[in-house]
């Protein structure tokens, strides 16, 4: 009879950050032995069918030596004039699978932040972009759009249209005097 919940174990647990930094939970559980006896068993969370019964030790080095890291491909791409962090690039081997990432657009000058797309669809319009549970290949877009130029200013088109007509009306003036 087991006193470690498969679902929710019981008892004391551990961190363990593999040697590319995956962290797992070890648990410290017990195991109702021969005459009632308690006996210790290391449970990872994760995994539970290659741990139930083993020593931590034994539970750490079949983490390193079976498990082998899941990375999640990410693309970022810049539309438009600007920088992103982290910057476009492509990402083969920095963020793991179902880990998190977050995308900030800095706009050039004269360009603005619009929206970000996630494998070609729009997924955010805030900045920074929050990308959750990153899948094997991801394709980040950030989209920056040109800002369209302030109107003309009327104001010099009105001084010019009333300057050229009072020069008009003295002209005719004159020469009707004549």
């Known amino acids: 009879m087991s006193y470690c919940d498969l679902q929710q174990p019981n008892g004391l647990y551990e961190n363990y950050t593999a040697s590319w930094g995956q962290i797992y939970e070890i648990w410290l559980c017990y195991n109702a032995g021969p005459f009632g006896r308690l006996d210790p068993v290391y449970y990872e969370k994760t995994h539970p069918e290659t741990s139930y019964g083993a020593t931590v030790e034994q539970v750490r080095t079949w983490i390193e030596t079976n498990l082998q890291p899941e990375y999640a491909n990410v693309t970022v791409t810049i539309s438009g004039q600007g920088s992103t962090d982290p910057p476009a690039g492509n990402y083969a081997r920095t963020w793991f699978l179902g880990d998190d990432l977050y995308v900030t657009a800095y706009p050039q000058d004269g360009w603005r932040y619009e929206l970000m797309r996630r494998n070609g669809v729009e997924w955010t319009r805030s900045n920074p972009g929050e990308f959750l549970n990153l899948q094997a290949t991801e394709n980040i877009e950030v989209v920056l759009v040109e ?22 009306i003295l002209l005719a003036a004159y020469m009707i005097m004549d």
Do not use: C, F, K
Request: glycine share 10%; no cysteine.
């Open 147 to 168: 800002e369209a130029p302030p109107p003309p200013d009327n104001r010099t088109a009105q001084v010019a249209i009333g300057v050229g007509s009072a020069a008009l």
